[in-house]
């Protein structure tokens, strides 16, 4: 039987996934932060490597989705390097009943918030 943190792990993946099928060949991509955003960055190497995907580039928002970008082979840019950002995907800290999100203050808040007003 699957415990509730078990659950949480495989819907974290789905959204993961979902996230990275979003990406088309092409297109410059940011990386958001933390433990939902991982897994897009993991399943977005997996689409390098297998050939389903190309000439992507990704902007990270922080230290760890630079790090995981590297480990699973996702190519990096920066800013400065792009005139636009296509897609930019990162998780809400918080969602009301109205489908209201909220970024919260934590360490990647600075680069995110440059990332997306960008």
Partial sequence: MLTEQDLTILMKQQ???AAADLVKPGMIVGLG???????MIQFLGERLQSS???E????????QS???????????TTLDEVDQ????IDG??????QKNLIK???????????????
């Fill in 56 to 63: 992507i580039k990704g902007i990270p928002t922080s230290f």
């Fill in 52 to 54: 389903e995907l190309k």
């Fill in 92 to 97: 809400a800290d918080e969602v009301d009943p």
């Fill in 15 to 17: 959204v993961g996934k």
């Fill in 104 to 118: 919260g203050g934590g360490a990647a808040h600075t680069r995110e918030v440059r990332l997306v007003g960008h």
């Fill in 33 to 39: 932060t933390g433990s939902t955003t991982a897994y």
């Fill in 66 to 76: 630079t790090v995981l970008a590297k480990r699973h082979g996702v190519p990096l």
């Fill in 85 to 88: 950002i296509d897609i930019a």
